[in-house]
T-cell receptor, first 113, second 113 residues
């Protein structure tokens, strides 16, 4: 069975600093990977996805992620964090023909002004 | 934003009572999903549907049932609510074929007292 690990439960960064959120997955076949963001009291919004091809994918709000098969990782990055980026971030892997997602437990991002 | 609504948005109920949550979509997507979100667990799949009257179990299906009589509606029923079912419930939808991202509704906060 597939699984996703987000080793950092909480991360605090200063506004303007760079950000990297870690995600490791376990899946036997080629993974389909996603990053979602959840603002307080809201549903989840897709930031970016990796299906195949270029291992560096660009998403919305200035985020990018890099797929590294050798490390089973799909880390999310942003060069300069804005206070509005404070939220919870979830990594997910798709299986079952792509119609079932397994989520990590999330990383709560706090941005200090 | 994908046209997904959930009702009710908030509900408080007593242990042992039946509860039905509704998810309604206007996107004509084939797949619909119910997740629950709990601290420390991320999102976990309860049930999903791959067409009208076609449903299957997810990771945490015990105590829940679902029905889909129309493409646009997916109902989640707790036959006899328990305190362990206090959670935030999210509905999601995705398109028909291949691997597609899921779009999430705003969530329903359910409290079982």
């Amino acid at each position: 069975a597939q699984s996703v690990t987000q080793p950092d439960i909480h991360i605090t960064v200063s506004e303007g600093a760079s950000l990297e959120l870690r995600c490791n997955y376990s899946y036997g076949a080629t993974p389909y990977l996603f990053w979602y963001v959840q603002s307080p009291g809201q549903g989840l919004q897709l930031l970016l996805k990796y299906f195949s091809g270029d291992t560096l994918v660009q998403g919305i709000k200035g985020f990018e992620a890099e797929f590294k098969r050798s490390q089973s990782s799909f880390n999310l990055r942003k060069p300069s964090v804005h206070w509005s980026d404070a939220a919870e971030y979830f990594c997910a892997v798709a299986s079952g023909g792509g119609n079932k997602l397994t989520f990590g437990t999330g990383t709560q991002l706090k941005v200090e002004l | 934003d994908a046209g997904i609504t959930q009702s009710p948005r908030h509900k408080v109920t007593e242990t042992g009572t039946p509860v039905t949550l509704r998810c309604h979509q206007t996107e004509n997507h084939r797949y619909m999903y119910w997740y629950r979100q709990d601290p420390g667990h991320g999102l976990r799949l309860i049930h999903y549907s791959y067409g009208v009257k076609d449903t299957d179990k997810g990771e945490v299906s015990d105590g829940y049932s679902v029905s889909r009589s129309k493409t646009e509606d997916f109902l989640l029923t707790l036959e006899s609510a328990t305190s362990s079912q206090t959670s935030v419930y999210f509905c999601a939808i995705s398109e028909s074929t291949g691997v597609h991202e899921q779009y999430f509704g705003p969530g329903t906060r359910l409290t079982v007292t």
